[in-house]
């Protein structure tokens, strides 16, 4: 089994309807981060966790909310989507037992979100 | 603001030729980390080296080496002998030295090898 899961992995949906994609890891990594992939912009952090009780806002996070349900679950909504969320997000983790940054990441293998 | 740039949209060669895959960054920070990732068609983003700032020296790990230069502030990427499961989108990436959440990814090269 994948080390970080991501369901699902692929969505079609309609404009103004809310989704949620789901992201769960079994790497016992305390952080937690939602990127989104648009050909051409590389990957961009939407939110990141770094723990339980700790959220973030990334650089792209308008439209978009999250949830850490447990150190293993992150969750990311979009409250009301819109076409120009149709892209691949990418859940990862980190652990931050290394101290300093420069942290690897370990990405799932991604939801693939079309809205139309 | 940091920024990672990968000039080279595309490449294609053919199997058996080297290639390197262009990084170049922009940072006023003193430490940091630079990052190749690997997306094979697969999709899933898979790690391939990271170097932190202090560390200039190349790296060679099989036919993968990293040209590190922090004069020109790139890290480029060569592949020697390429294979064709060689091809993907390759990633170039800086961290701040002291927080994972700031990696800044560059636009990605998409490299093909033809048998």
């Known amino acids: 089994d994948a080390d970080v899961t991501q369901t699902p992995r692929n969505r079609i949906t309609k404009t103004g309807k809310r989704i949620m994609l789901e992201c769960s890891q079994t790497?016992?990594?305390?952080?937690m981060y939602w990127y989104r992939q648009d050909p051409g912009l590389g990957l961009r952090l939407i939110y990141y966790?770094?723990?339980?009780?700790?959220?973030n806002k990334g650089e792209i996070s308008d439209g978009y909310s999250v949830s850490r349900q447990a150190q293993a679950k992150f969750s990311l909504s979009l409250e009301s989507a819109i076409p120009n969320q149709t892209a691949l997000y990418f859940c990862?983790?980190?652990?931050?037992?290394?101290?300093?940054?420069?942290?690897?990441?370990?990405f799932g293998s991604g939801t693939q979100l079309s809205v139309l | 603001a940091q920024k990672v740039t990968q000039a080279q949209t595309e490449i294609s060669v053919v199997e058996k030729e080297d290639v390197t895959l262009d990084c170049v960054y922009e940072t006023r920070d003193t430490t940091y980390y630079l990052f190749w990732y690997k997306q094979p068609p697969s999709g899933e983003l898979v790690f391939l080296i990271r170097?932190?700032?202090?560390?200039?020296q190349n790296e060679i790990s099989g036919r993968y080496s990293w040209n590190f230069q922090k004069s020109t502030s790139s890290f480029n990427f060569t592949i020697t002998a390429s294979q064709v499961v060689d091809s993907a989108v390759y990633f170039c990436?800086?961290?701040?030295?002291?927080?994972?959440?700031?990696?800044?990814f560059g636009s990605g090269t998409r490299l093909s090898i033809r048998p």
């Open positions: 790497k016992g990594h305390d952080r």
């Open positions: 990862a983790t980190s652990d931050s037992g290394r101290t300093g940054g420069g942290e690897k990441l370990f």
């Open positions: 966790s770094f723990d339980v009780k700790d959220i």
């Open positions: 170097r932190n700032s202090f560390d200039e």
């Open positions: 990436a800086f961290g701040h030295y002291s927080s994972a959440s700031k990696i800044i």
